[in-house]
């Protein structure tokens, strides 16, 4: 397991591995704030997907917690299961990062993503699967094999939605697209890529999805006014970055 390490500049805690590579952040003055743009866009299921109670979300890789606070705070309908293998990792979030314990609302596996994809019991059972696996050389996500993908998709229920934090700039990202792009039947949106060179992809299962971009951009607005998410440059950006989706939704 990496060691798990921080540093703190200008107001912000950073995660690290044991190296200057960053994990994930939090702004210290609000712990619930999402800090960093990409997990931002990791919460991009809120515009697809209505919260209502008995919602099941897994979250595959914890960090910071970021995700799972957020969550917690403004989702409160939601359940959602965090699927962490290093210990420390879970320790860090709870005692640097103010994740808070499991609840009712919160459950933390400590397991590999790559086997709780597999597990029956969990087939049909998610919303939306949030996945963001690194390790501490950052090269590209630590899980992305077409089995591996295929398994998120079978843990998702239809209508589901899958949000993938990828690394532009690394041979990886070709490979975890397309592999991504199989398991979902080529129904996959990008993000355009954020200063730090992550894309978010955002893939769909069940039935098709058609939707004007005005409409989107009220629910966008709506999640704004509730949670102060910066969604308001989302579904220009969504529509912009994929072709053939620049004038409605339609995957």
């Known amino acids: 397991m990496e060691p798990v390490t921080f540093s703190e500049s200008g107001g912000i805690r950073y995660l690290h591995f044991g190296t200057e590579l960053i994990q994930g952040a939090m702004r210290l003055r609000d712990p619930d704030e999402i800090y960093l743009e990409y997990n931002q866009q990791m919460m991009a299921w809120l515009l697809f997907l209505e919260t209502k ?22 989702c409160p309908a939601v359940k959602t299961t965090v699927v962490e293998l290093n210990p420390a990792v879970i320790v860090s979030a709870r005692s640097m990062f103010f994740t808070p314990d499991d609840d009712r609302k919160l459950e933390t596996l400590q397991t590999d993503a790559k086997q709780f ?16 696996l690194y390790d501490a050389i ?11 993908y295929k398994g998120c998709f079978n843990i998702l229920k239809g ?4 949000t993938v934090n990828l690394f532009s700039r690394h041979k990886s ?4 697209l397309k592999n991504i792009c199989e398991a979902f039947d080529n129904r996959v949106l990008l993000f355009p890529e954020s200063h730090d060179c992550n894309v978010v992809a955002i893939a769909f299962k069940g ?30 950006g969504i529509s912009r970055e994929n072709a053939r989706q620049e004038s409605k939704l339609s995957i």
């Open 159 to 162: 209508p589901g939605v899958m």
């Open 53 to 74: 109670p008995g919602m099941r979300i897994a979250q595959l890789g914890l960090g910071t917690g970021a995700l799972t606070k957020f969550q917690h705070r403004y």
């Open 207 to 236: 039935p098709k999805l058609e939707a004007e971009w005005k409409d989107v951009s009220k629910r966008a607005k709506l999640i704004l006014e509730k949670t102060g998410l910066p969604t308001n440059k989302w579904v220009s």
């Open 117 to 132: 994809v597999k597990v029956k019991k969990y087939k049909g059972l998610f919303d939306a699967v949030q996945v963001d």
């Open 138 to 148: 950052c090269d590209g996500p630590a899980a992305s094999s077409l089995e591996f």
């Open 173 to 176: 990202f070709e490979v975890n």
